[in-house]
Structure formats: C-alpha cells, structure tokens
C-alpha cells in the first residue's frame, strides 16, 4: 500500500514509518517540524515538509502519490499548554485535521484513515478500567479538540462513507531499540523520559505530584503502553479498514496500572542507579487512575499488547534514552 503519515517525524509517527517500511509499503511522511525530528524520519520514506491545515497541498499530494490510507499523528499535545493557549489547540487540533479530512474525502484513491486519539477524551473516569462506550469529558481543551474530531469522524463516516479508526492511547512509553528511536519531547512532560533524565543526572529529581491519592501507595496510576505494539494497532486498523470492515474508536492500553512509585522503582532496578523524587501538591484535572479495558481492540482487530511488563518498556526506552544522554 501506499500510506501517508502525518506528523511521522514525532515519537510514535517516526516509529510507525518503520514498521510500515518493514512490512514493504511505500510511505510518504508530512510533518511541519514543529515539535517533530527530521532525524527521526527513516531514510526509504520521502519527506515534506508542510501542515496538515493546507487542503490544498495535501489534497495534491494525496493525488499525486496515489496514496491508499492515511495515519495521522500530526497534533499538539501538552495538556497544561492547551489549557493556557486554547486557541492554538484548537487550530492546530482540530481545525487543521478537519482541513486534512477535506483533502481525504477530495480523494477517492484514499479508503481509510486513522487518526491519533487519547484517553484524555474521557476526562475524570467514573470507574476503571476504562470502556470505549464510557462518558466522554475531557477536562482540558487538548482533551477537547480530540474528541471533537471523534465526532467528525462518524459524522463523516455516515455522511460521506469515510472508513475510519480512532485510537484512543492510554501512556505510549519504550522504544524500538534496534532503530534507536528515543523518545524526545521539548519540553519534556512524559513520566518515563523525565524519570530516565534523572537515572543520567540530567534532571536533579523527579517531581511526584501528589502522594495521597487514593491508590495503594497514594501515587497516580497510569497504563504504559509499549510505542511498538501502539503502531502494531495502526497496522492492524488499517488492515481492518481496507477490508472494508467496521469504523469505530478504540482503546489502547494493556489493561494494567502502574503507580509513580512503581515506574520509579522499575527504573532502579533496570539502570542501576538511584531516582531522587520530590513530593508537590497534585496537579488540577489530573485523575488518580487511568487503565484501559483492552478488549474491544483484541475482538475487532485482534490486538493485544505483546510487550506489557514494565521492565520490558523501561529497559527499551533505558536503553535508547542511555545513548542519547549517556550516564554522568
């Protein structure tokens, strides 16, 4: 096939391309360097550079590489950012990706498209583990402008015969550590890195917001999810797509939570080396616990998480994370 990849120069994009070049596809990657890696970017895939919002552009290159499927990871996606700029969020988000859509539906040669979503969609969860047909609401505006593509998605689905997959993830963590791709975020707000940075004595400390929640060890829980069985999903989806099968959202996580502490205990046991925390008052909007109930993904497209220990994601990512920021 012939894919697309927006936003392919990011975290999971640039680990997505490969994947798709294994499996002998021909990849064209769009991403406006905004927060991706030119780096990052396999070599067998052609790069442009450009935005998402541009119709018109994607529209032509849509047509001219004979594109069959669309991924897309272009998006912003830092929570207290979005709560602060709202308006960017909103533009970069949502009314750029409905641009993309329009460059989609202009296109007949394209039959599928998946998009990037979040567990952020379902705000404070009213129980855990979390089921695609519970409540939407997003507490924060990046939360927000996901689930309103959710939604123009099925409207699209409906109206207009769009074939489409949203794929809500839950904590993309690890890496492909033969490509060594690590994870990179300026700034960086994701646990593991931060908690990575401190091993290599980047980072004096981890911060821990909050220790008196109501979990075993009073830390927040969240469900890490291998970057690698994350693009497994992709794949699957658009298989599932392109078969002409069901629309629809799902969740992506192994179903099983892991606490601060325990991330951080993870870590010293594989770098061997000590993780300084500091304790802060919790964070407004942050839910106690986020665990994915998995199922709907392995009944409909056959997906589990094949890389679900924590030693298995903090080993890979250790192991990339080491050669970016060797140890002091």
Known sequence: MRMLV???AGYIGSHMVRLLLDGGHQVVVLDD??????????DAARFVEGDIGRSDDVAALLRDESIDAVVNFAAKSLVQESVESPRRYWQGN???????LEAVLDTPSVKAFVQSSTAAVYG????????????????????????????????????????????????????????????????????????LDVACGAREALTVFGSEWPTP???????????????????????????????GAFNLGTGRGHSVREVVATAHHV??????????????????????????????????????????????????????????
């Open 94 to 100: 949502t009314v750029a990706t409905l641009g993309l």
């Open 217 to 247: 060890d009073g830390t927040c829980v969240r469900d890490y999810v291998h970057v690698l069985d994350l693009c497994d999903a992709h794949m699957r989806a658009i298989e599932h797509l392109m078969a002409g099968r069901q629309s």
């Open 271 to 328: 770098t061997g080396r000590e993780i300084r925390t500091v304790d802060a008052a919790p964070r407004a909007g942050d839910p106690a616990v986020l665990v994915a109930n998995p199922d709907r993904a392995a009944r409909v497209l056959g997906w589990r998480a094949q890389r679900a220990s924590l030693t298995t994601i903090l080993g890979d990512a250790w192991a990339t994370h080491r050669r970016a920021r060797p140890p002091a």
């Open 33 to 42: 360097l905004s927060t991706g890696h030119r780096d990052a970017v396999a």
């Open 124 to 195: 404070n969860p009213g129980r855990v583990p979390i089921d695609e047909d519970d409540p939407k609401l997003p507490v924060n505006p990046y939360g927000a402008t996901k689930l309103a593509i959710e939604e123009a998605l099925q409207a699209y689905g409906i109206g207009h015969g769009l074939r489409w997959a949203a794929l809500r993830y839950f904590n993309a963590a690890g890496a492909d550590v033969a490509a060594n791709l690590a994870e990179r975020h300026s700034p960086e707000t994701h646990l593991i890195p931060i908690v």
């Open 6 to 8: 927006t936003g392919g």
